[in-house]
């Protein structure tokens, strides 16, 4: 009896606080949505950003689906977005293609998303250089409508994927607000991690950074590299590509990016790789490469 009484103890305080678990549909559509992320604001947790790739206008149309709430996900209002860009002389770009959302707040009032831009659909299959542009979308807290937001390239080459973007919000003098948005850059020779920066809350940005190369040198470093399993430098392996970068920011403005490098023999697999990060501690240089997990 007691074992029973024990096992109604803790079994019925874990299913009461499963039965809590709310499903709530966000984008109210019945079209197809996929890639979704979410962002919590770090002033207040009821404030929530959502975002995703939408097809309700039809397919091969694919734009930023949005969804924003203000009651801790317990309602949403959603619409979708209409990126466009205006270069040179009155020169618009519309985006009519939008893949690879994140999404990011900042304490001042401001939400970002940033995604890979297209003015079409890619070619199937996928060229290299088919790929699209960087763009970070910004706007004032709460984005009530699409009219909210306004668009910034942070890189306008055409063979860029997966990027990701991430807010300074240490409150540190200095750099609290700062954006870092990393990516990948595919085409025909190689693959590079490539970061930027904005310190004008997504206004501009600076010039891409290349952190890693699938030839397995790395701007600004040297062959040998420091390990974190090894007090004595390694040489890196060849390495085929380079991708899934992921950045993080930590408690002293201290910038981290990690990404993978799958190992050229388990690349049919995929099942073997190194996972490698650099840090910029604020107002100082990228370090070399330290590796986080050798070949498993």
């Known amino acids: 009896?007691?074992?029973?009484?024990?096992?109604?103890?803790?079994?019925?305080?874990?299913?009461?606080?499963?039965?809590?678990?709310?499903?709530?549909?966000?984008?109210?559509?019945?079209?197809?949505?996929?890639?979704?992320?979410?962002?919590?604001?770090?002033?207040?947790?009821?404030?929530?950003?959502?975002?995703?790739?939408?097809?309700?206008?039809?397919?091969?149309?694919?734009?930023?689906?949005?969804?924003?709430?203000?009651?801790?996900?317990?309602?949403?209002?959603?619409?979708?977005?209409?990126?466009?860009?205006?270069?040179?002389?009155?020169?618009?770009?519309?985006?009519?293609?939008?893949?690879?959302?994140?999404?990011?707040?900042?304490?001042?009032?401001?939400?970002?998303?940033?995604?890979?831009?297209?003015?079409?659909?890619?070619?199937?299959?996928?060229?290299?250089?088919?790929?699209?542009?960087?763009?970070?979308?910004?706007?004032?807290?709460?984005?009530?409508?699409?009219?909210?937001?306004?668009?910034?390239y942070v890189d306008s080459a055409s063979q860029n994927d997966k990027p990701y973007i991430t807010v300074d919000n240490t409150g540190g003098t200095g750099h609290d607000g700062n954006i870092y948005v990393v990516w990948t850059r595919f085409d025909s020779t190689r693959t590079q991690i490539l970061y930027s920066s904005s310190t004008d809350h997504g206004s501009t940005f600076y010039a891409a950074d290349t952190l890693a190369t699938s030839s397995g040198i790395s701007a600004g470093t040297s062959a040998s590299e420091l390990y974190l399993h090894s007090v004595t430098p390694l040489p890196k392996p060849t390495v085929t590509f380079v991708q899934g970068a992921i950045p993080a920011v930590g408690s002293n403005g201290t910038v981290y990016v990690a990404w993978e490098e799958p190992h050229p023999e388990a690349i049919p697999q995929l099942n073997a790789s190194h996972i490698r990060m650099k840090m910029l501690p604020y107002g100082d240089h990228w370090s070399s490469e330290i590796e986080l997990h050798p070949i498993c």
């Open 1 to 152: 009896m007691n074992r029973l009484l024990l096992f109604l103890a803790m079994f019925i305080p874990s299913t009461m606080a499963l039965s809590q678990l709310l499903h709530t549909n966000v984008s109210n559509n019945i079209s197809d949505q996929t890639e979704s992320s979410i962002a919590v604001s770090p002033v207040n947790g009821n404030n929530l950003l959502s975002v995703w790739i939408d097809t309700r206008d039809g397919f091969p149309k694919v734009l930023p689906g949005l969804g924003y709430s203000t009651d801790g996900g317990g309602t949403w209002q959603t619409y979708e977005l209409h990126p466009s860009i205006v270069i040179g002389f009155n020169d618009t770009v519309n985006f009519t293609y939008c893949a690879n959302h994140t999404a990011a707040f900042d304490r001042n009032g401001n939400v970002y998303c940033a995604f890979l831009a297209k003015d079409h659909y890619p070619d199937v299959p996928i060229r290299y250089n088919d790929y699209g542009a960087i763009v970070v979308a910004r706007a004032s807290w709460p984005p009530t409508s699409a009219n909210s937001w306004t668009f910034a």
